[in-house]
């Protein structure tokens, strides 16, 4: 059976966890210093038959929303490609999503624009897999891979914004017509992991503005705001989180959107690093941020992967008829 290594990279810390027919092992966590990066040179030892899957929930990833030509495909990547390099010229680690077309004039094309602007967060612990020849199969994001989220939570809403809560802060995740615009994460600082409901309702009050202030929430709507916790802490986020006019809170249990994504471990807080996990296992989507050199081993793996199972299917055919022309005899 397959086994799979999935990384989950925060600004605290690091999250390598193995999978096994889509069930994860004891994940194993390492601090985002040079004991870990250590610790984590050796733990590699030995996986480099394993791919490997990097999911990345960093402050520093930015997001901007731009309208092009409707063009062919050919030329739509060079034209979202060069702006890319233009305005994230400083990361190699950027990416480009089509969000459909504009409704009215020439009917242009509608792209969201995100990278995560300060690459060495990244490139040590890339450049560690790269070392060990590990098979890097792409570079994901979480909000981007949020979107998911709509559908399992059944949110068809056309302004949306949703709160999880991770290791490193307070997750905020803005959609329009099920596709996420913009995300924002607020470090706790020395708060840990007591996720304060004063920062969370500050923070969505400073989204609201920002929304309110770029017309992307219309006048007199209230923004309906979904808050991912364990019940076991509900109870003081809805004390403090009573909504108003504007802003209309509803409170999501985690335990059981785990259970809808088949989850088998039941989260014990409200830190959402397993749905995230979870989300990207359950299908793995296109690589966003992964530039190519750092993919080459990807690429070697996968070429094994098909001259195995060719092999296999020349030998399954040759034995089939093997046995015909016994039969025949």
């Not at 400083?90 to 990416?95: F, I, L």
């Not at 602007?117 to 981007?144: C, E, Q, R």
């Amino acid at each position: 059976m397959l086994e799979k290594h999935f990384i989950y990279l925060t600004n605290q810390q690091l999250i390598s966890v193995l999978a096994r027919a889509e069930k994860f092992g004891e994940p194993k966590v390492f601090a985002l210093n040079d004991a870990g990066k250590n610790e984590f040179d050796v733990y590699l030892g030995g996986m480099e038959k394993i791919p490997a899957y990097l999911l990345t929930d960093l402050i520093e990833e930015d997001f901007r929303s731009d309208t092009i030509p409707h063009v062919k495909p050919r030329d739509w990547l060079q034209l979202v490609e060069r702006k890319l390099s233009q305005t994230y010229r400083s990361t190699p680690y950027r990416h480009a999503t089509a969000q459909g077309r504009e409704a009215e004039g020439r009917r242009d094309d509608r792209v969201l624009y995100t990278a995560i602007t300060n690459p060495d967060l990244l490139k040590p612990w890339v450049d560690l897999l790269i070392a060990h020849k590990i098979p890097l199969m792409g570079i994901y994001s979480a909000p981007l891979l949020a979107t998911r989220l709509l559908k399992y939570l059944r949110l068809q809403l056309e302004h949306v914004l949703v709160v999880t809560l991770v290791a490193a802060g307070v997750r905020q995740n803005y959609f329009q017509d099920g596709m996420i615009k913009f995300s924002r994460l607020t470090p706790l600082g020395d708060s840990g992991q007591d996720y304060p409901s004063e920062i969370i309702a500050q923070e969505v009050g400073k989204t609201w503005q920002y929304l309110d202030s770029i017309r992307y929430q219309p006048r007199g709507e209230a923004l309906q705001v979904y808050v991912i916790c364990h019940p076991a802490e509900q109870a003081r986020y809805t004390s403090a989180l009573q909504g108003s006019p504007q802003l209309q809170y509803r409170f999501l249990d985690i335990t059981q959107v785990a259970a809808m994504l088949g989850q088998t471990r039941q989260p014990e807080t409200s830190d959402s690093a397993g749905i995230m996990l979870n989300l990207l296992a359950e299908k793995i989507p296109a690589n966003h941020y992964a530039p190519r050199e750092d993919t080459y081993y990807a690429r070697i793996w996968n070429a094994r992967q098909k001259l195995f199972y060719g092999a296999g299917g020349v030998f399954a055919a040759g034995a089939v008829w093997t046995l015909f022309n016994l039969y025949s005899a």
